[in-house]
């Protein structure tokens, strides 16, 4: 490693770890109570299952799958008074760990610069951040997105314990089955690790309890942060009548309610599922007509993960912390000279992020309120993620059969041996 590149590292690992301080801090003491999720929601959870056994996804249905578990009842190791400071550090442990992977511990000059990204998005994401269980699965996600190429089956391991500790990087399998050549491996090792879940939590008496996360979340409202919630909320400033903002206890978050909203409710859930095949169709597309891993994989991921946040009726502001994880991918593979820019998609997201922190937690109120001025923000930021998910769609149906986007990855050698985990031919492994 050369001394520049050292001191680089070294300037990244002190950064990262000073925005994770900075977070916890705020996470402790700014208004708006941005750690309530685990002070009282996952603490509540993890007390009833130390005093009365009765284990969330066990014993009774759970909104999160069964792994999810695993980082909240380790969070009260050390008592129910110190949740807080043990959930801050186990986050900045995972994280930690994830930046080890991606900047292969300080030797890879591609992670070290995607690691300066991730600390920025961090930063601008503000407390939420660390604060929610995404956070655990963009650090694991991360981890087995960076290990696809060298190690597939692993990175198949890493993805589905990350996917049953919350939904979501189910995308970045579904990305990597489609665009990685390795995907048998993949396939594989997530079946098995998914099957391994389910046997135990069997075992554990959980009968159907072991999916209810998935029925748990059928029957909810639109949220008022998600994208969809903007025709109503605009309805709420101009007064329409019957139309508010209200507190739904049992999914414990802040909903829409007006004429309309049961229908639009029902009809975000299948349009997800239709923009979600139309994308796989266009990665399947670009993979078969020879495009290269490295190429396909980034565009692919973003354009997936992006639908989860843009056409879904939930919307809590921990979602865009999901970015990080195509974002990073396209970061790379661009380093490595496998693949188009990623600069749209990084600056982007860092503006979404900042206007999410904008918003939660610190003016949350304003936004329960109705406050023209964040109902404004909110809708800047859902339009951003509307045309952040435009690009890569965009961007993945231009990886066609002769198109220009192909010529130029040809001529800058991107091959499935050549990703950027992998190459031989670049100057530096990624």
Not at 254 to 263: E, N, P, R
Request: with cysteine; hydrophobic share 60%.
């Amino acid at each position: 490693m050369t001394t520049t590149r050292a001191v680089s590292a070294l300037a990244l690992w002190l950064t990262f770890v000073t925005v994770h301080l900075v977070l916890g801090l705020l996470n402790l003491w700014a208004p708006g109570l941005p750690l309530g999720d685990v002070t009282i929601v996952y603490a509540g959870w993890a007390e009833q299952a130390y005093a009365s056994g009765v284990v969330v996804g066990v014993d009774m249905p759970w909104v999160y799958p069964l792994l999810a578990l695993v980082p909240i009842l380790a969070s009260v190791t050390f008592g129910l008074e110190h949740i807080a400071a043990a959930w801050l550090s186990i986050v900045m442990g995972v994280n930690v760990l994830a930046l080890g992977f991606l900047t292969r511990w300080g030797q890879s000059r591609s992670g070290v610069i995607a690691g300066w990204w991730w600390a920025a998005f961090l930063l601008a994401l503000g407390p939420i951040a660390l604060a929610r269980i995404d956070a655990i699965t963009v650090a694991l996600a991360i981890i087995g997105v960076r290990l696809l190429w060298a190690h597939p089956q692993t990175a198949g391991i890493v993805l589905a314990c990350a996917t049953w500790v919350k939904v979501w990087p189910a995308a970045l399998v579904l990305a990597a089955l489609i665009a990685v050549r390795d995907r048998g491996k993949i396939a594989i090792a997530a079946a098995v690790t998914s099957a391994t879940v389910v046997v135990f939590a069997l075992l554990a008496g959980a009968e159907w309890n072991v999916f209810s996360f998935i029925t748990q979340q059928t029957g909810r409202g639109i949220q008022i942060e998600s994208p969809v919630a903007g025709i109503w909320l605009w309805q709420i400033v101009a007064g329409v009548p019957d139309t508010f903002i209200y507190y739904d206890n049992t999914i414990l978050t802040f909903q829409i309610a007006g004429a309309g909203v049961d229908v639009g409710a029902a009809v975000v859930t299948p349009l997800l599922a239709l923009v979600v095949v139309v994308i796989a169709l266009l990665g399947v597309r670009a993979a078969r007509a020879g495009i290269a891993a490295s190429s396909v994989l980034p565009m692919l991921s973003l354009a997936l993960v992006s639908a989860l946040i843009v056409v879904n009726k939930v919307g809590s502001p921990q979602f865009i912390s999901w970015l990080t994880v195509p974002v990073i991918l396209g970061l790379l593979s661009h380093s490595a000279q496998a693949a188009s820019s990623f600069r749209v998609p990084a600056v982007l997201t860092l503006v979404i992020a900042t206007l999410t922190h904008a918003v939660y937690p610190y003016l949350y109120h304003l936004l329960l309120a109705s406050n023209p001025v964040m109902i404004t923000l909110v809708s800047v930021r859902n339009l951003l993620l509307i045309v952040l998910l435009g690009w890569a769609i965009v961007g993945l149906a231009r990886l066609a059969p002769g198109s220009t986007a192909r010529t130029s990855i040809s001529v800058r050698r991107s091959t499935e041996s050549s990703s950027p985990s992998v190459s031989p031919t670049t100057k530096e492994s990624a």
